[in-house]
């Protein structure tokens, strides 16, 4: 195809061309808007299940910022802080700390992560948890990774653990099996009613089970174009249609000896 832009046309193409960038303009305005939102997985799963071994390998690959509510909690018990008793007892019974104490250590670590992409790992523990966070922080999880794992499995994993927590014995991981069925599954079936959860098989090695992740992952890759990257291809989006407009003028000018049309 050999079209040439005739002279007469050029006045409307120049006013085509100005509606254009300002669509192109409002296009990037909405997609950066949009990626200025935290990405936010919540890892949900039984206790033992493999969540925080699992999120390791995903932060390493996919370089998200590994927030793990239970060692925030663990680290703020031990910092002798004022609610570090009622912590401990907490956990020690395998029952859910208050939602505002939880909220508060996973806000202070998201804004001094430096990162957008978060897997928050092991919460919402229960429906309370999961509404405060929506309305406290102001954002929904994209995706929710929920590794299923047969009680057994769990139970022989967390009682070979070995990192001398207070709640890896069998009385309190009983109760923490009955706080996962009866709190934390609601909270699955609600994301999951939302379509925004991914289930894997937690049986496996670890390895095993992290190649059942990659996948699901990997093909979230586009969201993380970051913000930076869109400004780019604008630019050079704009600037090429500029050159264009330009020398459009340039020939009308030339050719029909009028003052530029800005
Ligand atoms: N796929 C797996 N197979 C066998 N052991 C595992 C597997 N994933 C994790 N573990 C081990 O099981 C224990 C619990 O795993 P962890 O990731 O801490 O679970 P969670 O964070 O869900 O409580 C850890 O000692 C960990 O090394
Ligand atoms: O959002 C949370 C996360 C953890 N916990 C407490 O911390 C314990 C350990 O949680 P973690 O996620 O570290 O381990 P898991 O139980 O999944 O093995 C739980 O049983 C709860 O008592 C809590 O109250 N709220």
Request: hydrophobic share 40%; aromatic share 10%; charged share 25%.
């Amino acid at each position: 195809m050999n079209y040439r832009i005739t002279r007469t046309e050029v006045p409307n193409v120049l006013r085509f061309m100005a509606f254009f960038k300002t669509v192109i303009a409002k296009l990037v305005t909405e997609a950066t808007s949009n990626r200025c939102n935290p990405f936010i997985t919540f890892v949900l799963g039984g206790p033992g299940s493999g969540k925080g071994t699992q999120c390791v390998k995903i932060a390493e690959t996919f370089r998200f910022a590994h927030l793990s509510a239970g060692d925030l909690l663990r680290e703020e018990m031990s910092s002798n802080s004022e609610n570090g008793t009622l912590i401990h007892d907490i956990i020690k019974e395998g029952k859910i700390v208050p939602s505002e104490i939880t909220i508060n250590l996973l806000r202070k670590a998201i804004h001094s992560s430096g990162n957008h992409k978060f897997l928050i790992d092991g919460f919402p523990r229960n429906e309370e948890n999961r509404i405060a966070f929506e309305r406290i922080v102001g954002v929904e999880p994209d995706i929710v990774l929920f590794f299923d794992c047969p009680e057994e499995e769990m139970v022989k994993r967390v009682l070979n653990r070995n990192q001398g927590r207070v709640d890896d014995n069998i009385d309190t991981m009983k109760k923490r099996l009955e706080v996962f069925k009866k709190l934390n599954l609601p909270v699955i079936d609600y994301y999951s009613a939302k379509g925004k959860v991914c289930k894997i098989n937690a049986v496996g090695t670890v390895n095993e089970v992290f190649e059942k992740v990659r996948p699901v992952l990997a093909a979230l890759r586009y969201w993380f174009l970051d913000t930076s990257m869109i400004s780019i291809i604008e630019t050079i989006f704009l600037v090429a249609i500029h050159c264009y407009q330009l020398m459009l003028q340039i020939n009308y000018f030339f050719s029909k000896r009028l003052p530029f049309p800005w």
